[in-house]
T-cell receptor, first 113, second 111 residues
């Protein structure tokens, strides 16, 4: 069966520090991968998605970047965090079949102080 | 007009009652519809999907789809306090294939 791993679960980082969040998927190949952010009490905001290794599409211009160095690995990064980067970051995957929904990882709660 | 609209709630129902959650969408070409449940502090969990007009039942949950009215609903029968969560409606955009989420409806089931 397919599983999605996301770490760390919580993170407290000072303003101006770098960020690296990692997500890996097991039990499938060629998944579509997604990074979402959910601010407190808000809806899900799609940040990046990837349909293959090295292929990244950005949905919202911001202080973040994403990379997909391997088929089942998706990384969210920042060189310098801002206070507004605080939130709940979620990785998700889906098969290439667009009729299926997304499966989410357990999320990383990031607090920038 | 938002692509997927939900009443943010909270919707409060007594234990044992039927909870009715509603969602409208703007993309007439959409073919696939999903309901996610998100407990506070947790990630969304897929609980129902529906592709055809009509009803789809899974245990205490029934999803209803009316493509002509661009309307999706989720009924929860015999609501339990453990059903208290935010329910997210999601629709696959016909042009991009991306999953578009509503803002979610918060459900409170009171014992």
């Amino acid at each position: 069966s397919q599983t999605i791993h996301q770490w760390p679960a919580t993170l407290v980082q000072p303003v101006g520090s770098p960020l690296s969040l990692e997500c890996t998927v097991e039990g499938t190949s060629n998944p579509n991968l997604y990074w979402y952010r959910q601010a407190a009490g808000r809806g899900l905001q799609l940040l990046f998605y990837s349909v293959g290794i090295g292929q990244i599409s950005s949905e919202v211009p911001q202080n973040l970047s994403a990379s997909r160095p391997q088929d089942r690995q998706f990384i969210l990064s920042s060189k310098k965090l801002l206070l507004s980067d605080s939130g709940f970051y979620l990785c998700a995957w889906r098969t290439r079949d667009r009729n299926y929904g997304y499966t989410f990882g357990s999320g990383t709660r990031l607090t920038v102080v | 007009q938002k692509e997927v609209e939900q009443n943010s709630g909270p919707l409060s129902v007594p234990e044992g009652a039927i909870a009715s959650l509603n969602c409208t969408y703007s993309d007439r070409g959409s073919q696939s519809f999903f309901w996610y449940r998100q407990y506070s502090g947790k990630s969304p969990e897929l609980i129902m999907f529906i592709y055809s007009n009509g009803d789809k039942e899974d245990g205490r949950f029934t999803a209803q789809l009316n493509k002509a009215s661009q309307y999706v609903s989720l009924l929860i029968r015999d609501s339990q306090p453990s059903d208290s969560a935010t329910y997210l409606c999601a629709v696959i955009a016909s042009n991009t294939g991306k999953l578009i989420f509503g803002q979610g409806t918060t459900l409170q089931v009171k014992p």
